[in-house]
């Protein structure tokens, strides 16, 4: 327990404490309370919940992981854990050769 006055170092607290950052939950129904631990404990859970319990993550759909030392904040059944092992590439191809290296919508001079 804290008392009220002490809610803003209490967050301080539990984003410092642990070098692991897997799940946390935040309870309240003060939303400048709520606000405040969003911003203080942005970096605190790879899984972040606002009144719900803190279990049970549907895969796919509220995915696991972590941050800091809880891992790479990747997160199984996400595109996320995909961008991981992948090197994008964009590739444009043009049907119709150009005739010219100017752009005609540029005009003469």
């Given at each position: 327990m804290y008392a009220d006055?002490?809610?803003e170092k209490a967050l301080d607290l539990v984003n410092s404490t642990s070098p692991y950052a897997l799940t946390g939950a935040i309870?309240?129904?003060d939303r400048a309370a709520i606000e405040l631990a969003n911003a203080k404990l942005r970096h605190a859970a790879g899984n972040y919940y606002i009144n719900d319990k803190?279990?049970?993550a549907v895969v796919g759909?509220?995915?696991f992981g972590g941050?800091?030392?809880s891992g790479t904040n990747d997160k199984a059944g996400?595109?996320?854990n995909m961008f991981r092992w992948i090197s994008p590439r964009t590739m444009k191809e043009t049907m119709v050769s150009p005739t010219d290296y100017r752009y005609p919508f540029l005009g003469e001079e």
């Open positions: 006055q002490d809610y309870f309240s129904r803190p279990t049970g759909q509220q995915p941050g800091r030392a996400s595109i996320l």
